[in-house]
């Protein structure tokens, strides 16, 4: 039997074909364009999803047996704001994760109504990265667009509804849009009179493993495909690269180094960071987690590479650096504000500690460094709350540089588990397909197929010069936090 994940990713959707043993057939990507109109707006037109999604599924499956395919899952960037309208229509272009347009918005949920209700309501507080203040922004400023909407989802909802006709979300992704009460599972009523939209606008919430439907015969005919395969729910794009790293179950540890970085704690229980640095989220695996969240982690690499460096030879440059704990050079990682722990939609990226002495290796180091450093905040959170965090699975993009896995170890003072398969949530999507149509009795089952490949473990030395650097990493935010205000 073959299951199909499905990645709806910032730049492109990524599909993976896996057999009954979780092992991985094939894999596609489809580019589409996102749309940057000024420094803080993010948005993608979800009909470029579907169109490169339908590619891509066609590409997959051309060189197997149609008939195997049993299932289909999804994993997708979270937060996202996708409205419809009554004949199905979109209503605008999705506005993304990392958006920074509702800040507004997100100061008047966090300080009018106040972080302690709206905590109490969700089990977290405003963003801007989350969909509720999008609602907001768009009822304020788009108001006649606002009184059309039919229909609210995210990212990968929009594919899940496309190619089953049902309307439905699972608890991972809900947990992101300040809508859903978390420990209960079920929409607020309170967050949902705030933002002036009825439940019968939202959709249906599942677990990430359970069934939606199956595919439309119409989808069906033109994939060349059985209308019985099965549509499973699907996770957000954490919840999804957890399951696909084995991170399930209790305590287990997950970093991402994606276009946006996080830490991600497996929970069996339900618990709130009192500060709320920290997102409190429902799981792909039926409980919960506990996940810290930064907006520019391998996208602060890239911006560097690619505009100002003007390289695509990223190994070529990293290659170069040799003194690490060494380097005097801070970068802050903020290039669309931050979210964890700081949660500053004004923050911003700068370099500082620069010298007549300073190279262009030290400059790049300063950024591997300065991601590190960002989710290591919060990392520091979750020790806060009594968690002994010994050693991490590790996925994204940045995963695949042997040179940050190695600062990432040594700053963290962690064992980092490099695994077989580093394909984050489009390999978990595909597992949890599996699951929801059998093959597997629970997620948590599913953590006995990934396999670890090798071991990083920091060294005594270094994490004793990178301790000396955080602690003075850590104090440039709040130096600057002020002056952010000013310059934004």
Known sequence: MLYIGIDIGTSAVKLLLIDEKGNILKTVSKKYPLYISNSSWSEQKPEDWYSKTIEGIKDLVSNCKKEDICGISFGGQMHGLVTLDENDNIIRPAILWNDGRSTQETDYLNTTIGKEKISQYTANIAFTG???????????????????????????????????????????????????????????????????????????IYESYDIVGTLKKEIAKELNLS?????????????????????????????????????????????????????????????YHLMGCMLSAASSNKWWMDEIL????????????????????????YLMGERSPHNDPRARATFTGMTMNTTREDMTQAVLEGVTFGLRDSLEVAKSLGMKIQRTKICGGGAKSHLWKKILSNIMNLKLDIIENEEGPSYGAAILAAVGCGEFSSVEETKNIIKIIDTVNPNTELVNKYEEKYQKFHQIYPEMKNLFKIIT
């Open 310 to 333: 003007k390289t695509n030879e990223y190994s070529n440059e990293q290659m170069k650096i040799k003194k690490l704990g060494e380097n005097n050079v801070f970068y802050l990682p």
């Open 227 to 287: 209308p019985k395969v099965k549509i499973i729910a699907g996770a957000g794009d954490n919840a999804a690269a957890a399951v696909g790293t084995g991170t399930v179950g209790e305590g287990m540890c997950n970093i991402s180094l994606g276009t946006s970085g996080t830490i991600f704690i497996s929970r069996k229980t339900f618990e709130v960071d009192k500060n709320n640095a920290l997102h409190s989220f429902a799981h792909a695996d039926g409980y």
């Open 130 to 204: 989350f969909t509720a203040p999008k609602i907001l922004w768009m009822k304020k400023n788009e108001p006649k667009k606002f009184s059309k909407i039919s229909k609210i989802m995210l990212p990968k909802d929009y594919l899940a509804y496309k190619l089953s006709g049902n309307h439905c979300t699972d608890y991972s992704d809900a947990s992101g849009t300040l809508l859903l009460d978390v420990k209960n599972k079920c929409w607020s009523k309170e967050m949902l009179k705030i933002c002036d939209i009825t439940e019968e606008q939202l959709p249906k």
